[in-house]
């Protein structure tokens, strides 16, 4: 059983710019939710969706966003990054609501 | 508020056993849980343990929940150089699956 699978595993990207991170649940999981991981900040809830409604979200500026498709599959966008955004982005999902969470690798993101 | 906690390093020989301590402040969690994240990765669900047990065993791994004093602790038998890797204690409200994560144990595994 495939696990959850993160794309891209790494970007680089200047001030300013927007990016897009995607997510694909393992098969059956209908939740998925995103984590910042950072060395100063540790592991911080960014938002959780399910069924594509948006159930929670984190203490994270408006330039954080996402959205769920209907095959479960999930982004984030970031737009108008800044170098404060430079993080490890973490996906993970579950059956549904308190379900274990599985994480994918994540996507390392670095701001020039 | 959420807050968990937890000492950010240990090292132990191969072949103790590693205890990894962990306190919380949510007294609505369901479920506690410990994950592995070794250099470059992801994490790794290792064990979970709901609320209203008071201990879990999984081949090396035992939790152990005291929740009158809001304590988690994962215990490594047998410990391993493969172990080395840092270990996160997370809770999660009931009704939700957001996480909140303690800042993590190094543990580092010394032959």
């Known amino acids: 059983k495939a696990g959850v699978t993160q794309t891209p595993r790494y970007l680089i990207k200047t001030r300013g710019q927007q990016v897009t991170l995607s997510c694909s649940p393992i098969?059956?999981?209908?939740?998925v939710s995103w984590y910042q991981q950072t060395p100063g900040q540790g592991l911080q809830f960014l938002f959780e969706y399910f069924s594509e409604t948006q159930r929670n979200k984190g203490n994270f500026p408006g330039r954080f966003s996402g959205r769920q498709f209907s095959n479960s599959r999930s982004e984030m966008n970031v737009s108008t990054l800044e170098l404060g955004d430079s993080a490890l982005y973490l996906c993970a999902s579950a059956k549904g609501h308190d379900q274990p969470q599985h994480f994918g690798d994540g996507t390392r993101l670095s701001i020039l | 508020g959420e807050d968990v906690e937890q000492s950010l390093f240990l090292s132990v020989r191969e072949g103790d056993s590693s205890v990894i301590n962990c306190t919380y402040t949510?007294?609505?969690?369901?479920?506690l849980y410990w994950y592995k994240q070794e250099p470059g990765a992801g994490l790794q669900l290792l064990t979970y343990i709901f609320s209203n047990m008071d201990m879990k065993q999984d081949q090396r791994l035992t939790v152990l929940l005291n929740k009158k004093d809001k304590h988690l602790s994962l215990r490594i038998a047998d410990t391993q150089t493969g172990d080395s890797a840092i270990y996160f204690c997370?809770?999660?409200?009931?009704?939700?699956?957001?996480?909140?994560f303690g800042k993590g144990t190094m543990l580092l595994v010394s032959p």
């Open positions: 949510d007294s609505s969690s369901t479920y």
């Open positions: 997370a809770e999660s409200p009931s009704g939700y699956s957001t996480l909140t």
């Open positions: 098969s059956g999981h209908r939740s």
